[in-house]
């Protein structure tokens, strides 16, 4: 399998793995690139932010990147669409218009996976799979 370039820092993208799931992070910066449903399915899993193993940095974001910044999808190499979501912590990641798969900075994916931690979302997982906040 060929590896994908990091679409923000041009490092090599590595497969890991995560119960079954495969994602790609970049071994430079950090972030995290998900095939399109898989950042939805680890989303729902326990203990799956320990991927993210990177920190969100902030002042690095501000200084090189912009909302006009064309950021390319590791896959497709078309610009990806910025997303934004503030339900509970700011962020923005991008996501692919093709092959819909999302680019999360290093540290995104921990606020993305706890944005969707409320408990009024949280409560069909609670039933699924037994979690508790
Ligand atoms: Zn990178
Ligand atoms: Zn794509």
């Not at 203990?47 to 950021?71: A, M, V």
């Not at 692919?96 to 997982?125: M, T, Y």
């Amino acid at each position: 399998m060929k590896s994908l370039k990091c679409p923000k820092c041009g490092g090599t993208l590595e497969a890991i793995m995560y119960e079954g799931i495969e994602v790609d992070r970049c071994c430079q910066c950090k972030g995290i690139w998900f095939d399109s449903s898989e950042a939805e399915n680890l989303k729902k899993l326990k203990g799956s932010e320990k991927i993210d193993i990177g920190h969100l940095n902030t002042e690095n974001l501000t200084e090189t990147e912009t909302l006009d910044t064309n950021i390319p999808c590791p896959r497709c190499g078309i610009s990806m669409i910025k997303m934004f979501d503030l339900d509970k912590h700011p962020i923005w990641y991008e996501t692919c218009p093709q092959c819909q798969g999302i680019w999360f900075d290093a540290g995104e994916f921990k606020k993305f996976k706890d944005n969707f931690s409320q408990p009024k979302l949280l409560s069909k997982a609670i039933r699924v799979f037994g979690l508790r906040k």
